[in-house]
């Protein structure tokens, strides 16, 4: 007799690494209200946080303008200033740091390993921007994961690796001629830990349902998990931290109830 699923929360189930993880991005990331000194003094404090950070994360890479704004008094086309941002990166360029006088982010896009990993590597950088910024609160600490399975094999056989309540409307029976072109779910959850966004779907050849990604030339599942707590606390590396280890507890546990124990195994994970 199979035992039934618990549901996604109250979940704090042991991480199994996956060899063959199909994540597209993982995020960690504090914010705070914008302050004036390190408004006003931001190229000199980036440049140090670079500096403190650069046996990790050595290359400094050009933020591009993605916008123009039109002068309806002139006719002019012209570009707006952009806030002040920075951008450090790992030499593969799996992990990248985004530095802006309101919040600091880690990002992986690649060779993910685990959550203990990457809680250490943004425990550094928190340690860091603590000492050098000098931030007195934090207002937003999020965690985010980001799947997708395009392959043909995994695709096709996603009855076997995820859970039916994330399978959507591709458990409906359809009749011979009629095909489902997509369909995506966007739900919010929310309690005392934090809220938890989650969305999941099949989105067509060269769809999306975040513009800052890459598209495939297949049809793709996404399962999109963004943990998140926006209570304002006094600045500390170790409450960050722990709210950190809350949140990204809060999405993996989520993640373990959307997927079958054939998922883990798949993808190269051993229990």
């Given at each position: ?26 995020l960690c990331q504090v914010a705070w209200p914008e302050q004036t000194l390190l408004s006003a003094a931001f190229n ?11 046996d990790a994360y050595p290359t400094r890479d050009a933020i591009p303008m993605m916008s123009v704004e039109f002068d ?200």
């Amino acid at each position: 007799m199979s035992t039934p699923n618990p549901g996604p929360f109250g979940l704090d189930p042991i991480e199994v690494p996956l060899d063959r993880a199909p994540l597209l991005r993982v995020l960690c990331q504090v914010a705070w209200p914008e302050q004036t000194l390190l408004s006003a003094a931001f190229n000199q404090i980036a440049d140090e946080i670079g500096v403190a950070l650069a046996d990790a994360y050595p290359t400094r890479d050009a933020i591009p303008m993605m916008s123009v704004e039109f002068d309806a008094l002139t006719g002019q086309v012209r570009t707006p200033a952009s806030p002040p941002s920075r951008q450090w990166s790992s030499l593969d360029q799996y992990w990248r740091v985004y530095f802006t006088p309101q919040f600091v982010t880690l990002e992986n896009r690649g060779h993910y390993t685990s959550r203990t990993d990457m809680t250490a590597r943004f425990r550094r950088i928190v340690e860091v921007v603590s000492k050098l910024a000098q931030v007195p609160a934090y207002q937003r600490v999020g965690w985010r994961y980001v799947n997708r399975i395009s392959e043909a094999a995994e695709y096709d056989a996603l009855g076997e690796l995820v859970e039916d309540s994330v399978r959507g409307a591709q458990v409906i029976a359809l009749p011979s001629g009629t095909s489902m072109h997509h369909s995506m779910t966007d739900s919010l959850f929310r309690s005392e830990a934090g809220s938890l966004g989650a969305k999941w779907g099949f989105l067509p050849p060269g769809g999306l349902h975040d513009s800052t990604l890459e598209t495939v030339p297949t049809s793709s599942w996404v399962l999109d998990l963004d943990a998140y707590d926006d209570t304002r606390s006094p600045f500390s590396v170790e409450s960050v931290m722990n709210k950190v280890g809350e949140l990204s507890s809060m999405a993996y546990g989520f993640f373990r109830w959307a997927v079958k124990p054939e998922f883990i195994t798949r993808f190269g994970g051993h229990e």
